[in-house]
């Protein structure tokens, strides 16, 4: 093995050492994604990858999302930072990953993988939190399994940003519901034969159930998942390259100054499967 691996907490994280030349090589991607599914967000160290790096390094590891709905930066690469300037496109919605979500809700095949190196550190907060949503499900009792496995969850983005700033302005709410409002399976059975619960803030109701009792269930959900012992914090370096399986897992940048200008280079992989119901 070219590399050994140390679990961060008892259910989600790992971290990997491994050599810049041995990442980049490409040998060990498989192994590499194999434990990234199984441990939900992995961690390199010491790494100070350039984009041309962290970009060869995604390709080695799947398919390269080069745009969703609207196109991403410069071949692949986005700037994840509040400034407007650094990313005129994407800046706007970025404040809503400050609640737990899934990235990409919206689309029918919901991103596989994404990868993040910081290039500027916020100097006050900004860790960023992930949840093992495969350990979520699996902690449930079975009478539950069962109902959930048979209930569609609507994902819109209108949900996913209002709580983030309920004083928005009609034309930015306006530009929120220009995105598709989308059915998933509470559920996802993966390819793989592993399930997950599809959580996200981006969850806005549950299909045919009454309101009230839809937001109960997905609010008692949401709770139950954040508990601490499903949760990897992750204090940022300068060096650090993080990947995290958007599949099974969801994550929320904690509050930062954002005269700080914090900034991460991210690529992300396109996902490989629709969230599957039972068959
Ligand atoms: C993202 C995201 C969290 C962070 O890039 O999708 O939610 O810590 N980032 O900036
Ligand atoms: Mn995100």
């Not at 390199?44 to 350039?50: G, H, I, K, S």
């Not at 590891?61 to 692949?76: A, H, P, S, W």
């Not at 407007?84 to 689309?107: C, I, R, V």
Request: aromatic share 10%; with cysteine.
């Amino acid at each position: 093995m070219a590399f050994t691996s140390l679990e961060l907490e008892p259910r989600i994280g790992s971290e990997l050492k491994i050599s810049k030349e041995s990442l980049l090589s490409g040998a060990h991607a498989l192994d590499i994604r194999a434990l990234l599914v199984q441990r939900g967000v992995l961690v390199m160290r010491d790494l100070y990858l350039t984009d041309d790096e962290q970009r060869h390094f995604a390709r080695t590891m799947g398919d390269l999302r080069l745009g969703g709905i609207k196109k991403e930066g410069e071949e692949g690469l986005m700037k994840v930072t509040f400034d407007k300037k650094e990313n005129p496109e994407y800046a706007k919605f970025f404040f809503g990953s400050q609640l737990w979500h899934m990235d990409g809700t919206y689309e029918e095949v919901p991103p596989f993988a994404t990868m993040l190196t910081p290039r500027v550190l916020a100097n006050t907060g900004g860790d960023t939190e992930f949840v093992n949503n495969y350990a979520t499900y699996e902690d449930l009792p079975q009478e539950e399994k069962f109902r959930l496995d048979t209930l569609k969850v609507v994902h819109t983005m209108q949900a996913a940003l209002f709580p983030a700033k309920p004083d928005c302005s009609p034309e930015e709410f306006a530009l929120w519901c220009t995105y598709p409002a989308r059915a998933h399976p509470l559920v996802w059975h993966h390819k793989s034969g592993r399930k997950s619960l599809v959580l996200s803030t981006s969850a806005s109701h549950v299909a045919g159930m009454h309101p009230a009792e839809s937001r109960d269930l997905l609010t008692r959900l949401m709770w139950h998942a954040t508990q601490p012992r499903y949760v990897y914090r992750h204090k940022w370096r300068m060096g650090d390259l993080l990947m995290w399986d958007n599949t099974g897992t969801m994550h929320r940048v904690l509050p930062f100054d954002e005269e700080s200008g914090r900034k991460l280079h991210r690529f992300t992989l396109n996902g490989e499967e629709p969230v599957s119901a039972a068959a």
